[in-house]
């Protein structure tokens, strides 16, 4: 009976129609028909339009048409020559992966699994040209090869490459049971980032991961090992990693609702740099992953694990701020509390989130919508003079299109992209308005502090301010190892 409705329910469903123009349609099925397994050169699209007498604007068109209506797909910035006229030919190439994974994980033959690279792939999730090999079909010569699947999960984030010249792929691994994953959240204080009235998107946890480690030595995060360069935890929803010249270890899990962070590592003196710089890179890390999949408006915000007894199973208590930094039960909205010390760590130098994150794609542009010298800001940024011409060739000149694909390069390219750098930018090319204005609304003076205190950046910061108004008593409230009566000794002693 229930099959019955269900079936029932399947079949009454209607798809939103899609309008398009005739000719677009017509090239559609053209272009299916004529190509490759599913595959085409875009030369090869562009004559098939030329034959149904359809302009090379009309032909541009239509085809960003059909790859918003995910018809076809088309990644210009690492594949500009080939067009899938077949999305399933791309999901083949990885389901074949998964699907060979699955047989050697439940029935693996000991003489296959012996081999180094399919033992890397099976246990740690790591790809290799070699084993890429084995897989032969939906390739076409000069179109799509091995190389270019490689590129085009790369550009994705769902790799990431490795110094041993292996790929990273998170999607890949093992999935830890629960009742380990508990461990984790019963050591500690991890700090949740509980997505607000919804789960984690769908591969944003594996695609943060893949962010995490890519870049140089000095940026990533790398998985952490035991003995034998064995992975210490790697697993698809929890993975542990060490960071270049730190020595504590992160691990990051997933659990549906909510990405828990969690800390191992011995006292140190400068613990609250510690979490509150692991906690930015999280934040940034979510945001490029939210870019890169096309989901908008991703909310989460901090919280911990409820230490409140009004339900026996393991429920949140988000983080608020008036006064001071509070816990508020996400079940019982009456029991709340302050944060403990170690809670408290991970807002030491910055202020609390909502979710609401201010370093977005979005409002960068929104923040940029005035400039048009967008190439000038593109090579201070530090983007190649080539991959700005790339840019402008592929967008034919048009300067918002320009301008978005040169920052969406940014913030996935730059592992240290911030609005300092921005700022920096814009003022090297001499747009010091509007770099001054930014600097106002994401850099508050007393916020605006990327590096350790000295006494120079301390004293740059107070010269600044007027202190006839009292602006100085805010800061130093701000810095909240001064109390009020210290503060208040110091302004009697300057009377």
């Known amino acids: 009976k229930v099959a019955k409705q269900i079936r029932k329910s399947i079949v009454s469903m209607s798809p939103t129609p899609i309008k398009m123009p005739i000719a677009w349609f017509g090239l559609e099925v053209l272009l299916q028909n004529s190509s490759h397994d599913g595959i085409l050169s875009l030369s090869e699209c562009q004559s098939h339009a030329k034959k149904m007498f359809i302009e090379v604007d009309t032909f541009s068109a239509a085809l960003n048409y059909l790859v918003h209506q995910n018809v076809f797909l088309y990644y210009p910035e690492v594949l500009p020559q080939t067009v899938f006229c077949d999305p399933q030919v791309v999901l083949s190439k990885v389901s074949e992966l998964v699907e060979y994974l699955h047989k050697l994980r439940s029935n693996a033959d000991e003489d296959e699994v012996g081999e180094a690279y399919i033992a890397r792939f099976k246990d740690w999730g790591l790809l290799s040209k070699e084993l890429l090999g084995k897989f032969e079909k939906f390739y076409v010569k000069d179109l799509f090869t091995p190389d270019d699947l490689l590129k085009l999960l ?19 691994l093992p999935h830890l049971n629960l009742d380990k994953i508990l461990l984790y959240l019963k050591q500690g204080t991890p700090l949740v980032l509980r997505f607000v009235n919804s789960c984690i998107p769908n ?29 210490l935890c790697l697993y698809r929803n929890c993975i542990s990693f060490t960071r270049y010249g730190h020595r504590e270890t992160v691990t990051l899990i997933d659990m549906f609702s909510y990405i828990a962070i969690h800390i191992q590592a011995d006292k140190a003196k400068d613990s609250m740099k510690v979490c509150s710089e692991i906690r930015d890179c999280i934040y940034k890390g979510i945001s490029i992953a939210s870019t890169v999949l096309g989901y908008s408006g991703v909310q989460f915000e901090d919280a911990f694990i409820c230490p409140c007894t009004c339900s026996p199973d393991l429920h949140m208590a988000t983080v608020e701020k008036g006064e001071k930094y509070i816990w508020k039960c996400s079940i019982a909205t009456a029991e709340s509390g302050d944060l403990t010390k170690d809670q408290a760590m991970w807002f030491a130098e910055n202020t609390i989130s909502t979710g609401d994150l201010t370093f977005t794609f979005k409002n960068i542009i929104i923040a940029l919508k005035r400039v048009v010298e967008w190439k000038r800001l593109g090579a201070q940024l530090g983007i190649s003079i080539a991959k700005l011409k790339e840019i402008d060739v592929n967008n034919r000149g048009q300067v918002a299109d320009c301008k978005n694909d040169m920052i969406q390069f940014w913030l996935e390219s730059d592992t240290s992209c911030s609005w300092n750098k921005l700022i920096d930018a814009l003022s090297s090319s001499e747009q010091l308005v509007l770099a001054e204005e930014i600097r106002m609304i994401y850099c508050p003076l007393y916020q605006d502090m990327t590096g350790s205190l000295d006494n120079d950046n301390v004293m740059e910061i107070f010269l600044s301010t007027d202190s006839a108004s009292g602006k100085w008593q805010v800061i130093g409230e701000e810095l909240v190892f001064i109390t009020g009566d210290e503060l208040d000794s110091i302004a009697n002693e300057h009377v």
């Open 154 to 172: 790369e550009s994705r984030h769902a790799i990431a490459v490795m110094e041993s010249g292996d790929y990273f792929m998170p999607a890949l």
């Open 203 to 231: 591969g944003l946890f594996c695609c943060l991961v893949a962010h995490l480690t890519k870049g140089d030595k000095s940026s990533r995060w790398d998985v952490c090992t035991k003995c034998k360069d064995e992975p």
